[in-house]
């Protein structure tokens, strides 16, 4: 080892040996003032038993150590806080570029979501509250949805905002869980709406569940954009002067008629059959 070498070892030395011990020995010194912090992480990954020490997230904090009216403490706040976080969890984001993940470019950073030592709300991802309160606090707009008179029912355990939107995502379809696009996600709940079916009526080229439901909430049964099926069903399957859209363009029905204003009176397999192509009974 040339002298230089040496003179830096020598300067470095008290950092490089304090971070290179092992860093559940290292945080033992500071459970010794915050004894606290032991009790509160118990249900979190964040603690010893998962192999994760203080020093891991705030540093070594050697001179606050040395003197408690020094603070060196690194904290888990803001986006500096995001690359002590990121250090570990980074494969859990799943959209990194910039520009691309909705929340970052919107400087949400993992402090404003969750906690660091405990969340009596959810243990696992440690939010700071529980999730669809802590979704509206910032989707404002998607509150008044929640409240019509037909929507996916929240905070009762069945369904959450990420149960079908992946926080860590992207915009567009990589906002959707595992990136999955919106008909992909409806089926992991409705899998009895799942395919293949011989005869499909929405493929995904020509439209999804969207182009019917409402995802978050509607005033109309079944969370429809319609008040009223043949609404509906006239978006699409109508005469165009391009030509009829649709296998069964409406022309061979008289709509005057009472009897064929209800077109799922006739056509029940309204998201697809392996029997008939007009997808009826």
Known sequence: MNKIALLICVLVLPSWL?????????????????????????????????????????????????????????????????????????????????????????????????????????????????????????HSDQKAIFSKPFTHKMGHGAVECASCHDPHGGKGRKKFRAGMSSEETCVTCHAEKKGPFVFEHVTGLNGDCMSCHESHGSSNPRQLTRSNTRQLCLECHSTMPSGPIGSQPPSTHDYQSPRYRDCVQCHTAIHGSSKSPALLK
């Open 18 to 138: 304090y971070a290179g011990e092992d860093s559940l020995t290292a945080s033992e010194e500071c459970l010794e003032c915050h004894e606290e912090v032991q009790e509160i992480t118990r249900f979190t990954v964040h603690n010893q038993a998962y192999q994760v020490g203080c020093v891991d997230c705030h540093g070594t904090g050697e001179e606050h150590i040395d003197d408690p009216e020094i603070d060196n403490i690194g904290s888990a706040k803001g986006a500096l806080g995001s690359d002590a976080c990121l250090s570990c969890h980074e494969s859990e984001i799943h959209e990194k570029r910039p520009g691309k993940n909705m929340h970052m470019s919107a400087d949400v950073n993992c402090s404003d979501c969750h906690a660091v030592h405990q969340s009596v709300h959810a243990p696992s991802p440690l939010l700071v509250s529980r999730q669809e309160e802590l979704c509206i606090s910032c």
